[in-house]
């Protein structure tokens, strides 16, 4: 988020990866996100590519704060 020095936010071209291995098994894995902002979204997506969103397979897009569960893809192993 360092790159927009105006706002702090996450633009084009970049992305936070989560490595949920740690939990794995789990029975519940919920990513809250906030801070969608008017006329802004948050996508997320699921890779088992560390570093990187080659492979990725979209999960969803958020158009305000929401939760998005991730329960089926922290149990295959993939990254968010």
Known sequence: ???D???HEIT???FIQLDFSGVIPTTS??????SVQ?????TVYATKT???LA???FIQTLFANGSVDVTSYV???YYY
């Not at 894995?29 to 906030?34: D, L, P, W, Y």
């Open 55 to 57: 492979g990725a397979i």
């Open 50 to 52: 560390a570093s990187s």
């Open 75 to 77: 149990n295959a192993g």
């Open 1 to 3: 988020m360092a790159n």
């Open 5 to 7: 020095v105006t706002d």
């Open 29 to 34: 894995a919920v990513i809250n996100i906030s």
């Open 38 to 42: 008017l006329g802004e979204s948050g």
């Open 12 to 14: 084009l071209g970049n």
